[in-house]
């Protein structure tokens, strides 16, 4: 039986998470709700209250209209509300935009668990994995199973400052139900950015949170100074571990998917001009920590890429199948285990 979409006739958006991304989507949840029928005009976004300097992150978001930390630069519209408390910022929302770290999540869904709205439904923007002490689960698992919701997921191509730009780029929402899919793509989509969509959800979010550890990778290599050849056979072998393992461990996953934004082109993106890509460059060149070059580099915006590869590994080394993915295998061995940069071809060739 196909289960009518939870739609209702005025849908209000809540937007959880307020990052470099997070604040990126606002802006274009914020404009689009205002332009289009059957949206509340008001988005909150729900912001991990900190100080800057003597004010709080809400209040200048509030007044200035402006993500002075996260996205320093852009305006946002008017009908952008920042919210300092989960509950408030959710209260009423029957669409819920998850943009957050992914190793925030469960704490984000234990808060809102038995709190949201009769008729809500989410979409899970996060790429990563939420790790429990058994393994790894997908996050839009964790939100469907803590809050009884529908879950779609969206990921794609997608450089947060270059959307900001709104320079030309392509996203992927996979969808379970096709009404849902539809409704998030007219919520989400504009001229610079386009959505296409996919009865896929959780391909489109595996890719997504698996290429953080190829993009981890393809950096070592920029730090090594080897060309653009090396550069693409990483992405290529990642691309394969990254299908093999989905494959390996999910139902249903389409081939087609990974030749959406979500598969090929963000792998390619990130491994040229991500987060991940770049401190894992620096990690290189420098022998900084992680830690140290997340604290440096990125002013409070976080790695996704060598948290995910040391739950992987964990998966992996559990299940005696550490050799099947040696990509993965080796960029963990290399940001956990001292393994020497130079060795990242070892067992892969
Ligand atoms: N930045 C990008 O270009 C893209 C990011 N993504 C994904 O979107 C998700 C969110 O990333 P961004 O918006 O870029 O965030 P970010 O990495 O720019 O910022 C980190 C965020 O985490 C918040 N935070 C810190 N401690 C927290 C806590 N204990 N609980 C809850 N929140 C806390 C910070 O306030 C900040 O909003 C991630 O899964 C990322 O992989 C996806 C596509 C593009
Ligand atoms: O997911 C991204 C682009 O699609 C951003 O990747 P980083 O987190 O490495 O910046």
Redesign the pocket.
Known sequence: MVKEARTVEVEKVAVI??????TVIARILGGNVAQQKGFDREVKMWV?E?MIGDKKLTELINEKHENVK?LPGFKLPNNIKAVPDILEATKDATVLVF????Q?VR??CDKLQGNVHSKAKAIS????FDATETGIRPISHVIKEALKIPVCTLSGA???NEIAEEKFSETTIGYKNLQEGELFKRLFETKYFKVGIVDDVLGVELCGALK?VVAIGAGIIDGLKLGDNTKAAIIRIGLLEMKKYIKMFYKGIKDETFFESCGIADVITTCYGGRNRKAAEAFVLTGKSFDQLEKELLN???L?GTLTAKELNTVLKNKGLENEFPLFTTVYKIVFEGLDPKKIFDDIV
Not at 99 to 102: C, E, F
Not at 125 to 128: D, I, T
């Open positions: 998470g307020s990052g470099n991304w997070g991990f900190e996260y943009v957050i770290p992914h925030f704490e984000v923007l996060v790429k990563g997608n450089i947060a953080n409070g915006q976080k996704q």
